[in-house]
């Protein structure tokens, strides 16, 4: 009896001495887990009605920065609504197979357009002549963003680089122009290559402004998720002369980096700590340059009356306050659009009785059976944002806001300080255009620049399947010899055939079912669609020879700068945008009426905390979104 009583002693301590060591051994395991990361990229450009030129070679290029990032890519260009929508169905498919360990990014270049506070992305063979038709005819990203944020993935990017002059709607009902502002979901980052309800201009290429500043950070690495976007929408201010100034907002808590960068590789900017200093800084703190590239950085409304107030006379302050007018708009109206009640629409039409969104306002109150006019005993709504001073409403009161708008006649803005954004590396800053696609829906194919030898994909990445460009990031000879090895000359044949099979060469595959439909086109069983031929003036690639011996930072042959900060502005300065309505620059797009969709004040900006450290979530409110 006492031999038993010692054994099931000895039993019962072993199976707590196990119990307790589980969650180490779990936890161990968990730390074992690889990251696996998928990706989506569209560039849509054969528009029939206005063409875009930059955005198939845009989709191209950070395709081939995700994929060098141990990304595995799906993408294709010029799709047609069917093919876009069952694509993007079948992305997030793939993202449901491990979705705790899974990075999904999803990267969206053509035409974008907003109504009634939800943003669209237009097919190439949108039929779009009614504001009516946006819903019918775009692609709703909310019903994907919505979809990925249910599936509680350690992080999902959404980049719609698609805020441009709108070609499709001429007179009747105007709606907004550019993107609404919207809320992310949880582990969810949401980007614009324009701030909410602006626009950027169209582009000549060969890439444009806001694709080629992702690509220069995504390979910068040891960014987090927010630095990366913030230092994005410092460049293409910069690049743009302030014409563009993307936006972005985030619920990101995991910690996440597209590269890591070695301990010895030259600093990103100054040291750490003054680095932390002078973001945190107060704005009447800073000189009037530092504080215009603060605010910039920031991108809260906060920061941006603190500038006001600092520096009301400075010739940085008018472009300030229409920067401010667009979001102090924004937020307004998604305030409005999320309370959905004739008070609030009457509320905002008192704030903003021109404003952008005064026709989806009205159209509201006509679907709720309520008169444009509020009664008498009518009562304001509380917004979370003041009214906007007189001095706003000359921004507001116009058809399309454009930061380079030159009936405003902004001051450039001044360099940003190299604590805040170092000089962009040489060879990104002249890029030579993509090879020709090799077959229909295939994207164009970038000459790769090889990434800096001190600059990794994390050890914890799973590897992409047949990735020829992850797994050669550094090596020169397979980068000469095969990455940028000039494609055949395609004939109408390989274009079918090289679609039909997925195979793109050192380029990402087709997604399933575009790869059906090229089967069809093929066989002869599905016309060739007629975007097809659609085509904008293409320019070719002369393939980069890197000597093996080179740095892997080698320049592009006429690539170099000349020597000296000032010299590389004016380099920068050549690849500026054209403003609308001047000599070079597109046209107004006619029929259309600006800025954004906003949301109920600062606490829709999601912005992160300044100076926090990387997987630091931001400060929520108690209705759950961030300050």
Known sequence: MQLARTFLSLSVALGLLVLSALPGLVGSAAAQQQEKRIAFVVGNAAYAKVPLATTANDAGLVAQQLQAAGFDVIGARDLDGDTLRKSFHDFVEKAQADPANTVAM???????????????????????????????????????????????????VIVLDAARPQPFLEGGP????????????????????????????????????????????????????????????????????????????????????????????????????????????????????????????RDTIQGYEDFLAAYPGDPMARRVHAILAARREAITWRHTYL???????????????????????????AILTSPLDPPPSFAMIDYDVPPPPPDEMAYVDRPVMYFGDPEWGFAPPPPPPEFFLPPPPPDFVVLTPPFAPVGLFILPQPVFVPVPVFVRPPVYVAAPPNNVIYNNIHNTTVINNVINKPPAAP???????????????????????????????????????????????????????????????????????????????????????????????????????GPGAGTPSQRFENRATPGAPQGTPPATTPGGSDQ
């Open 106 to 156: 999803v990267y969206l270049g053509g035409y974008g357009m907003q109504l009634a506070g939800e943003n669209y992305f237009i097919p190439v063979d949108a039929n779009i002549t009614h504001d009516t038709d946006v819903p019918v005819e775009g692609l709703r990203v909310s019903d994907y963003t919505r979809q990925l944020g249910a599936l509680q993935l350690k992080a999902s």
């Open 174 to 297: 105007s709606i907004a122009s550019g993107l609404a502002l919207v809320e992310p979901e949880n582990n969810m980052l949401i980007a614009f290559n324009a701030a909410p309800g602006t626009i950027a201009p169209n582009e000549d290429g060969p890439y444009g402004v806001y694709a080629q500043a992702l690509s220069e950070m995504i390979r910068t690495g040891g960014l987090s998720l927010p630095d990366v976007f913030d230092r994005v929408r410092l460049r293409v201010s910069e690049t743009s002369k302030g014409a563009q100034v993307p936006w972005d907002a985030q619920k990101i808590t995991a910690q996440f980096t597209f590269f890591d960068r070695a301990p010895d590789a030259p600093p990103t900017q100054g040291p750490a700590d003054q680095v932390a200093a002078i973001r945190t800084k107060p704005m009447r703190d800073l000189g009037a340059q530092d504080a215009y590239t603060a605010a910039i950085e």
């Open 339 to 365: 309370i959905d009640t004739p008070a609030a629409y009457w509320s905002y039409l008192r704030r903003y009785p021109g404003g952008w969104h005064a026709e989806d306002a009205r159209r509201r109150l």
């Open 491 to 593: 004939t109408q044949a390989t274009f079918a055939a090289a679609a039909a099979t997925g195979a793109t060469g050192a380029g990402p595959q087709l997604p399933h079912s575009v790869q059906q439909q090229a089967t069809l086109i093929n066989s002869g069983q599905k016309q060739m669609p007629q975007h097809a031929f659609v085509r904008t003036p293409a320019k070719t690639a002369t393939p980069q020879v890197i000597p093996a011996n080179a740095p892997a930072n080698a320049l592009q042959k006429g690539s170099e700068l000349p020597k000296g900060n000032e010299l590389r502005r004016n380099e920068l300065q050549k690849n500026a945008l054209p403003v609308p309505g001047t000599k070079g620059g597109p046209p107004a797009a006619p029929g259309t009426t």
